[in-house]
C-alpha cells in the first residue's frame, strides 16, 4: 500500500479579510462599495 499525501488549503489572510468585509458589507455595518470590499480577492 503506497502512503498518501493529502493537502489541505486553509484560507489566507487575505481570503479571511474577503470574507470579513462581504459579512459586515451584507450585514450594513460598513457602506463600503462593493469594489473595495473585493478587494482582497
Known sequence: ???KNITVNSPNF???????FI???L?????MPWVWVLVPL
Open 14 to 20: 487575505f481570503e479571511w479579510l474577503a470574507l470579513l
Open 27 to 31: 450585514a450594513g455595518i460598513t457602506t
Open 1 to 3: 500500500m503506497k502512503d
Open 23 to 25: 459579512g459586515l458589507r
